[in-house]
């Protein structure tokens, strides 16, 4: 196990010295796979969930999840739980599980469906837009208004549903979902319904199961269902295509000019928008044509839901393919959308949620099979995993030395550096928000104000908490 120190524990650095966290971080070399402890560590997972998980915004489900009022999920990220919820008035809200009376978790089901939210301990119950309607018998004077959920910052996008839990959420969010938004839109997810959702616990660091998605080196060799419909091509550079990969490639530029015609016809936007670094909320959206039939991820490329989604006239519309750093890829086709979300559990323990969604009148048995909808990606998952595992078992060896990305590799580059980007704006932040406690405190003792003493206790818990 590689130990680390956390900030504060070094000698002398004032409670925010430079830590082999810190050193690692400024030690990464681009091009080459992270070091060990950033995979293994357990404090470096600590980091990661406030770091990223808590600042960023994370992509949580799809509005189909929480069809109707009462509606509810609780996603569990790091020690933070929430309850996202659809309220009285359809709108989709999310709240910290979390009691005002005296802080019982208190929806503890993955799923379900709620008139109030009822706390089991003392009975305090929340509408679902989180105010607090009754609370038994109390002090005169008690206002029930003080005592709402605390809300959390949630954007729903062309039917996707993301949660920030930082009070000060990125605001480019605005810009990405301007950009997204016309992608999802003819697939009108709002319209769907969850025809089936698994759920998958990898032995494994979460990042090792976004840099493995991020590339299709792997494909080839290890997605026989999937390289049924997914151009092993993706991520070469046109020239760099090798030999064999040839009629793959001249499959995929004549589908794809067949695929363009089609979404002129309908209105789809189809070029590769890529911001990856360089923003707080990277993402990359694309429509690439399928192989086979061209239709939807089935062993034969034909679509798996005999009901189009939205407006759409023809099948025949590849795949919409939404990555959203640090935890989400999607693929919306014309017969169904497939979303997947990554939410870490431990440093070596990720679940991986994957939800298929077709056409909310789609009768299952009559219009799709639910074997035929899910297969590819069921499969392609399992052998993900298997992949992540081993990556994680290998990394965790004393042996391990970081290796280099092939030129197809480049977005797990750019993830990683996204994620030392990120990992260096919240410790800059932090270092910022400490430094004012320092101020404030030399302050408040050369005055003896037992406010200022408060006040500096309250900005260092925000500071540390953030
Ligand atoms: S802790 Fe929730 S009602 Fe008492
Ligand atoms: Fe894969």
Not at 124 to 131: A, F, L, Q
């Amino acid at each position: 196990m590689h130990e680390l120190h956390e900030p504060g524990a070094a000698a002398g650095s004032g409670g925010h010295g430079r830590t082999d966290i810190d050193r690692l971080i400024d030690e990464r070399v681009p091009g080459y796979s992270l070091a060990a402890p950033f995979y293994i560590s357990p404090e470096f997972f600590a980091r990661d969930i406030e770091a990223i998980f808590a600042s960023t915004w994370i992509f949580v489900a799809s509005s189909a999840e929480v069809p109707e009022p009462g509606d509810y999920l609780t996603i569990d990220i790091g020690a933070y739980s929430v309850i996202v919820i659809r309220d009285d008035d359809g709108e989709i809200r999310a709240h910290h599980n979390v009691c005002r009376h005296r802080g019982t978790r208190l929806l503890n089901d993955l799923s379900g469906s709620v008139g109030n939210i009822v706390c089991g301990y003392h009975q305090w119950t929340y509408t679902p837009s989180g105010e607090l309607i009754s609370a038994g018998v109390q002090a005169p004077g008690f206002d029930r208004s003080c005592f709402s959920l605390r809300s959390v910052n949630l954007r729903v996008i062309g039917g996707l549903i993301f949660i920030c839990l930082s009070p000060t959420p990125p605001d480019d969010i605005d810009e990405v979902a301007d950009v997204i938004e016309p992608y999802l839109a003819g697939h009108d997810i709002a319209g769907t319904k969850v025809a089936a959702q698994s759920d998958l616990i990898e032995d494994s660091n979460w990042k090792l199961v976004m840099e493995n998605n991020r590339e299709c080196y792997h494909c080839e060799a290890g997605h026989p269902e999937l390289t049924c419909t997914f151009f092993p091509t993706y991520g070469y550079d046109p020239d760099e295509i090798p030999k064999r990969l040839q009629p793959a490639y001249q499959r995929y530029l004549d589908a794809e000019d067949q695929l363009h015609a089609n979404c002129d016809r309908n209105g789809l936007p189809y070029a590769l928008v890529e911001e990856l670094t360089g923003r707080p909320t990277g993402f990359r959206i694309e429509r690439a044509a399928l192989d086979g039939k061209g239709e939807s991820y089935t062993m034969d490329g034909s679509a798996a839901s005999a009901k189009l989604l939205g407006d759409l006239d023809t099948f025949v519309l590849g795949r919409a393919s939404l990555h959203v750093q640090p935890n989400m890829w999607f693929h919306a086709m014309g017969d169904h959308v497939v979303t997947f979300s990554l939410l870490p559990l431990a440093e070596d323990k990720t679940l991986v949620r994957t939800t298929w969604l077709v056409h909310a009148d789609a009768e299952e048995g009559v219009d799709y099979d639910l074997d035929n909808l899910t297969t590819v990606w069921i499969k392609t998952n399992e052998q993900d995993a298997t992949f992540c595992e081993r990556g994680h078992l290998g990394i965790s060896s004393p042996a391990y030395v970081p290796g280099p990305y092939a030129p197809t590799e480049s977005q797990v580059d750019d993830f990683v550096t996204w994620y030392i980007e990120r990992l260096k704006a919240h410790r800059e932040q932090r270092t910022v928000q400490l430094e004012g406690v320092e101020r404030r405190s030399t302050g408040s003792r050369a005055e003896g104000s037992r406010a200022d003493g408060i006040q500096e206790n309250e900005a260092r818990m925000e500071a540390e908490s953030s």
